[in-house]
């Protein structure tokens, strides 16, 4: 059963379990990266928390077109960020595309 993530403009939840949520304002950074499942990609995207948690993200959740779309503006993020980590394919091109230190 694929995971659902929810978001609005206070913060994200996933319906793992247990639940997990967080709120924007405790984002210190973002990091995307690609996982290599053989056959095709998933871009993916880590949040880590002031509190020194990290919670992973993946494009096979269930709502994350309007998470990444949330993101996106929240954050402010270079309109490029997706190709930059998709291409080229099957390499993990991680790369940190939000920090709260800079």
Do not use: H
Not at 5 to 16: E, Q, Y
Not at 30 to 52: H, S
């Amino acid at each position: 059963m694929p995971v659902t993530i929810t978001s609005d403009a206070a913060g994200f939840a996933m319906d793992t379990q247990p639940p997990i949520s967080a709120r924007w304002s405790d984002v210190i950074e973002i990091v995307a990266f690609k996982r290599d499942l053989l056959t095709t990609d998933m871009i993916c995207l880590e949040f880590q928390l002031d509190d020194g948690t990290f919670i992973q993200t993946d494009e096979d959740m269930v709502g994350y077109r309007r998470f990444i779309a949330i993101v996106e503006s929240t954050f402010n993020l270079a309109p490029n960020w997706w190709s930059d980590v998709a291409f080229p394919a099957f390499k993990t091109n991680t790369s940190t595309i939000w920090s709260a230190s800079t």
